[in-house]
């Protein structure tokens, strides 16, 4: 939530730099920007509500060798130009940009006030800048300042900041990313890469209680609470420039769902000793728990059946920002298994502090290497889907999905079978995303565009999945979604089904099959429109949308077709798919 990038270096148009830069981190909020520019030893402002994407680098390429940019998933204070980072003391020396929540903000705003400094936002982060200023009247620097300044506040932060009395970048962090970029008489420093990549693939990246301080040419590292210098090491990093462009299509969102025809295979290509390392943890472990937001949430609940029909194992699901009140189950033999495609959800690294601070140890399933959680975990398994652009999450559902089963037959000394069935669902999937197949799917979103409610009903790993599908629809098309296990019906929910009412449900050809569509024939029985995503066509189905028989692999091919549902109703509906209102892709704020 939120994106923050710096620029210091020898290139005199830091402006441009810092609005192209964070243009890429859009994803991260984008209910306003600002840009902050010293020139002449005057720092400008500039920001607005709305989005940076239709902001013009251009106008930003006036003299000046460091700037500070911001891109807003409104917490604290509503959408509006003042409340839009950045932000400045009020002797107009020190700005800041910042991603995070300082809890203790009202108490410290007071304390500012009462010593006469003016606020101009609602924000939690005005007190940063003001703060600072107030700490430099004692302090023998301003990277003291800051320091003396960070141990004040409560909450999770990274922030920026610039002044006119040296030409230096600062930044902090506790509990929110940041990332510093090395070129050569140049630094970058931003919340994810994506900010500088197109200009340095050498990064650093800062742990929680540091800070760095850089003029470009030399940076420098150092522990808030102590003010000891510490070392870094300079980290190559792989990500490649194309995979995070849209490249021929309109929107993220439809690109990451075509990646999908080789994301499952790159998910399954895994280190196999790893692998069976992480088998023998989960056997060796006194309770396993699953813990993971929204999607990836669902895939956890997706693995739970997976644990349990392919290796009999019982695991167990728990919504990250539930799993503390769990602590008193944590033991030091406890496995805790987080699935995340940013690595940075803040609810995940609360759930790995829980864990953590009973001795437990933690698996992380990630899509971002070099991220917090992925630095943070005794171990990983990357899923390797490249990056993630839309807000709604596709391809990195379905590779954390892979590698879970995969995981799961490992656990059942079967690795290679699993590896077979994931291999062929692989090789199913870049068959079936083809344009006719998109073009069906389609027409099944124009006939249901109008429609204001949509229910989605599955069993075994197919019920997450009805879960998911009603999250995808939801996010993308404002369309009221819900999934239900299919058997749940009767107890309730069919009492919304009225003659017309899409419902979609979602077969395999296994053990529940006959289950679930007896539950869409009592959905049928009230007038219920049916949308069977299946491998075989039925009589009960209004409409079909043919799915591969995948096995145990289920669950991953079914999605994909709602995936591309929601992104067509998005689309005949007038949304941006890509960048849906209200929210983020990537939560740092619990
Ligand atoms: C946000 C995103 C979802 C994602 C969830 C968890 O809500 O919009 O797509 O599933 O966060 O994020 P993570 O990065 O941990 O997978």
């Known amino acids: 939530m939120c994106g923050i990038f710096g620029y210091v270096g020898n290139r005199k148009d830091a402006g441009r730099i810092v609005v192209r830069g964070i243009k890429s981190l859009e994803y991260r909020g984008y209910d306003s920007w600002g840009v902050a520019r010293m020139i002449d030893g005057d720092i400008f402002i500039e920001k607005n509500v ?61 304390e500012l006030k009462n010593k006469g400094h003016t ?55 506790t509990g929110s990313p940041l990332i510093v970029g090395r070129g050569e008489d140049e630094t970058f420093i931003a919340s994810d890469i994506p900010a500088f990549m197109e200009h340095t693939k050498t990064v650093n990246y800062i742990d929680d209680g540091e800070m760095v301080i850089t003029d470009g040419k030399e940076t420098r590292f150092y522990e808030i609470n102590s003010g000891k210098e510490i070392d870094k090491r300079n980290v190559e990093i792989t990500l490649d420039i194309e995979e ?54 669902k895939v956890c609940m997706a693995s739970e059946y997976f644990f349990s029909v392919v290796a009999e194992k019982h695991v167990n699901f728990t919504p990250a920002s539930e799993f503390p009140i769990y602590h008193h189950f944590l033991v030091p033999e406890s496995l805790l298994i987080v699935v995340s495609q940013s690595g940075e959800t803040a609810d995940v ?17 990630v899509n971002s290497e070099g991220s917090t959680i992925d630095r943070e975990a005794d171990y990983t398994l990357l899923i390797n889907a490249g990056p993630e652009r839309a807000v709604a999450s596709t391809k990195a559902a379905t590779g954390q999905m892979a590698v879970m089963l995969l995981v799961a037959y490992a ?46 009903i599955g ?37 919304l089904i009225q003659k017309g009412t899409p419902c979609i ?66 689309i005949k509906r007038g949304k941006d798919p890509d960048m849906p209102r209200n929210l983020a892709k990537s939560v740092t704020v619990k």
């Open 50 to 110: 709305g989005k940076i994407g239709g902001v013009n680098p251009e106008s930003f390429s006036e003299l000046s060798s460091i700037a500070i940019a911001h891109t807003r998933w409104a917490t604290h204070g509503g959408v509006t130009k003042e409340n839009a980072h950045p932000h400045i003391s009020c002797d107009k020396k020190i700005s800041v940009v910042h991603n995070g929540i300082i809890e203790n903000y009202q108490e410290l705003r007071e």
């Open 119 to 173: 606020f101009t936002s609602e924000t939690d982060t005005e007190i940063i800048c003001h703060m600072i200023a107030e700490n430099l009247k004692t302090s023998k620097d301003l990277p003291e300042a800051v320091r003396i300044t960070c141990q004040r506040f409560e909450g999770r932060y990274g922030f920026l900041i610039i002044n006119t009395e040296t030409n230096e970048l600062i930044a902090a962090r």
């Open 244 to 297: 995070a462009k849209k490249g021929e299509y309109e929107h993220f969102m439809l690109k990451e769902i075509m990646d999908q025809k080789d994301t499952i295979a790159r998910a399954v290509n895994q280190d196999e000793e790893q692998i069976q390392t992480i088998a023998n943890a989960i056997r060796d472990a006194q309770g396993t728990f699953l813990s993971a937001c929204g999607t990836a949430g």
């Open 349 to 365: 690294l609360e759930a790995m502090k829980v864990a953590k601070s009973k001795r437990a140890k933690v698996l992380a399933v």
């Open 411 to 456: 656990l059942a000394d079967k690795l290679n079978e699993g590896r077979a069935v994931l291999l062929e669902t692989a090789s199913m999937i870049n068959d079936m995303l083809n344009p006719r197949y998109m073009e069906h799917v389609s027409g099944i979103a124009e006939n249901i565009k109008e429609e204001e409610n949509v229910y989605i």
């Open 459 to 495: 069993k075994s790993w197919n019920y997450p999945m009805a879960l998911e599908s009603a999250i995808k629809i939801q996010e993308v098309s404002y369309v009221h979604a819900e999934g239900f296990a299919g058997g749940e019906l009767k107890h309730g929910p069919i009492a």
């Open 505 to 570: 449900a979602l077969i395999g050809n296994d053990e529940t099959k006959m289950d679930t569509l007896s539950n869409t024939i009592e959905l049928k029985a009230r007038g219920a429109h049916i949308i069977g995503v299946a491998p075989e066509n039925n009589e009960v189905f209004d409409e079909w949308i043919k799915v591969p028989d995948a096995e145990t692999a289920q669950a991953i091919v079914n999605i994909i077709p709602i995936q591309v549902l929601a992104y067509y109703l998005a």
